[in-house]
């Protein structure tokens, strides 16, 4: 093996003790699909460590509120939705979608006690590439300092998205989506990765806004997803903080998308999302066939995560070795430097440089 060049590194001298474990707290996070508040429905998220409420008024306006009555703390997304107003299910009463109370129903007439200042917190949300984005921030941020959120650059003829909730921390989560040594031993399927064999791979890695991108030619894939597009097609791998990667594939005209991105719900609780793109409508027949892979290939993760978690319980150390794991430092690196940058109340300025990295997969 080549990896005896590379220095043996622990990350664990290189953390910030408290701030470097928690998901970064000013970011935008993947809060489910779209088309869940439909309709006027409202829906309930866990994103890190706190519950939230989200919904689309009638307005068409979305909105992302602290899912908690201030009266006696009941969820209100257990309650009513008009399109306007919020009720609690407990006493009644109600919430506009900028969070302030516009009603408490219980009061008498005679009753001068005033709820105009109580309101319930409310948090920026945004819809894009189908899917809701909360920023769970409390307090003032510059928008630039913040990783944009993810978009999609085509009309897609067909998406297929699949949710899996994984028992392990956000950091762990998030490591899997830059890690190219685990797929040769966890995606271990005939559909994905036909060859059994482990091959020296030689990749370009840049830095882009609040991240990296790999590009390559899928001639040195072997994979039948890749394969089933025809023609060479150009692949190119982004990941950005704080928790996304973006596999774009080109092939002529024809597009494929397929994004990833990791949810902290709670301590050792992250959400996985995969959502699947494609421009050419003739795939839209193999959606059912789709499914059942995706969620046997995001199954994989979920379990070896799930494992790997029990044992940094155990002992929260882990030893990054040789350049496959090289983009597992540079997600330390990059949160570092957003958590710094932050701090000192300046832009973030990415600290990684092009470089050529090889392992074995
Ligand atoms: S707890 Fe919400 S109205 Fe009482
Ligand atoms: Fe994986």
Not at 100 to 109: A, G, K, W
């Amino acid at each position: 093996m080549s990896s005896a060049a590379a220095p043996r590194v622990s990350t664990d001298d290189a953390l910030d003790p408290r701030a470097m474990r928690e998901p970064l707290p000013n970011a935008w996070y993947c809060a489910g699909q779209a088309s869940a508040v439909a309709g006027g429905k409202m829906r309930a998220v866990a994103l890190n460590g706190e519950q939230v409420v989200l919904g689309r008024g009638k307005d068409g306006a979305l909105f992302a509120l602290r899912d908690r009555c201030p009266h006696r703390g009941m969820a209100l997304s257990k309650g009513k939705f008009d399109g306007d107003t919020l009720m609690c299910p407990f006493h009644g009463w109600r919430f506009g979608t900028d969070g302030r109370c516009r009603d408490v129903p219980t009061l008498s007439e005679h009753d001068a006690s005033d709820f105009s200042r109580i309101a319930v917190q409310r948090f920026p949300i945004v819809e894009s590439a189908g899917f809701l984005w909360v920023n769970p921030h409390l307090g003032p941020s510059n928008p630039e300092a913040v990783p944009a959120v993810p978009s999609l650059d085509f009309e897609p003829a067909g998406c297929l998205v699949l949710e899996l909730e994984v028992e392990a921390s956000f950091d762990l989560t998030t490591l899997s989506l830059v890690d190219p040594g685990h797929v040769a031993f966890v995606h271990d399927t005939w559909w994905f990765r036909p060859s059994k064999e482990l091959r020296e791979k030689v990749k370009t890695f840049q830095p882009v806004p609040h991240g990296f991108v790999m590009t390559s030619h899928a001639t040195t894939t072997s994979s039948p997803v890749y394969r089933l597009l025809g023609g060479a097609p150009e692949v190119e791998i982004e990941f950005r903080l704080p928790g996304v990667r973006l596999e774009r594939i080109k092939a002529g005209t024809k597009r494929v998308a397929n994004y990833t991105f990791a949810t902290p719900m709670g301590p050792n609780r992250t959400m996985l999302t995969n959502a699947l793109y494609w421009s050419m409508p003739a795939l839209n027949l193999l959606k059912p066939i789709a499914r059942p892979l995706m969620r046997q290939f995001l199954t994989q993760d979920q379990q070896v995560l799930q494992h790997a978690q029990a044992g940094l319980d155990r002992k929260p150390t882990m030893v990054l070795l040789g350049q496959g794991d090289l983009p597992s430092q540079w997600y330390f690196r990059l949160k570092r430097e957003a958590l710094e940058a932050a701090r000192e109340g300046r832009p973030f300025a990415n600290p990684l440089t092009r470089q050529e990295l090889r392992w074995r997969s």
